[in-house]
């Protein structure tokens, strides 16, 4: 079987045995129910969300030219619905190749952005985590899987870090990220350009080692998981669950850290048996009720990415 087809596979696997056990004819007939007002506010909220996350990115990459924001957007979405393509969004960084085919930022300036923005987005996610654990969170194997988690990810970081230090090393990954994504015909014609790439890739990571610039990420970042807690939140309130504000916040969080490591495109599956398994131990709901308001947000956030990126990649020139 192809490599690149199983994690798919698995994800399905996941998803349909969710909703199967959830009861499918429950799940169904919660959806039916949805409030269409609150579905709509969450609508809003994801595109607010891109805004901000699209700004974040913008704002980062001011540091070496200015962009208009509109382009900014219009690479932002495609480019994370490429990213949820692969496992773990390994695919980040092509974004910065899409930026380069609209802008004069090549893709050695813009790559360290991409890490920048990971590094404050797992940060912030463990200190809400923590935060919430505390508060909310009354399993004890929770503690030993994020203190897991948190291993992994300053591994993780610690290696990249190490990497596009060097020129070496950077072109070897980048020529795996090539082989990745190869079957875009735009990133083919730039495979030759590695080495050109690798050249100033160290250099440009240091433009964001100033203070203020990661306090004015930070906040973007904060700003942009607070939207993705309430769109969550506002999933639960359509089909007439009650939760709160804080719980969505802190379980999105701590299911965003723990499903990227199980490595499925877009923490498929994984992300909603997490959620679902989560809510269920907190508050009085049925199994069918939880997979039903997660698999709600998730269109509101991971597949509107999907619907709107597709529409927008085949514009990109």
Not at 174 to 195: D, I
């Amino acid at each position: 079987m192809n490599a690149k087809i199983l994690p798919i596979l698995v994800s399905i696997a996941l998803l349909v045995g969710l909703i199967y056990y959830s009861g499918a004819s429950k799940v169904i007939s919660l959806f039916l129910r949805a409030n269409p007002v609150y579905v709509v506010l969450g609508l809003l909220l994801w595109f607010v969300g891109a805004i901000i996350r699209s700004a974040r990115w913008r704002y980062l990459l001011s540091k070496f030219d200015h962009i208009p924001f509109s382009k900014v957007l219009h690479v932002f979405i495609p480019g994370l619905f490429l990213s949820n393509l692969t496992p773990a969004k390994v695919g980040e960084p092509i974004r910065c190749f899409l930026l380069q085919r609209v802008s004069k930022i090549g893709v050695s300036k813009s790559l360290p952005s991409i890490l920048i923005e990971k590094m404050l987005d797992v940060i912030t996610m463990i200190l809400i985590s923590l935060i919430g654990i505390l508060l909310l969170v009354k399993i004890s194997v929770i503690y030993l899987w994020l203190g897991l988690a948190i291993l992994i990810y300053g591994l993780v970081f610690s290696v990249a870090i190490y990497i596009l230090l060097s020129k070496k090393r950077t072109e070897k990954i980048l020529s795996l990220f090539f082989s990745l994504f190869s079957f875009l015909p735009f990133v083919r014609q730039l495979k030759t350009k590695v080495k050109g790439f690798s050249k100033t890739v160290g250099k440009s990571l240091k433009v964001y080692r100033s203070e203020r610039t990661i306090i004015t990420t930070k906040i973007y970042t904060i700003f942009i998981w607070i939207i993705e807690g309430v769109i969550l939140f506002l999933a639960f309130k359509s089909l007439g669950l009650e939760v709160t504000i804080l719980s969505t916040i802190v379980i999105l969080a701590i299911t965003a850290l723990l499903s990227v490591l199980t490595l499925l495109p877009g923490s498929l599956g994984s992300a909603e048996i997490i959620s679902a398994l989560l809510f269920t131990s907190i508050f009085p709901l049925s199994l069918a009720e939880v997979t039903a308001a997660v698999l709600l947000a998730r269109f509101l956030s991971f597949w509107m990415y999907a619907l709107v990126g597709s529409i927008l990649l085949p514009t990109l020139k």
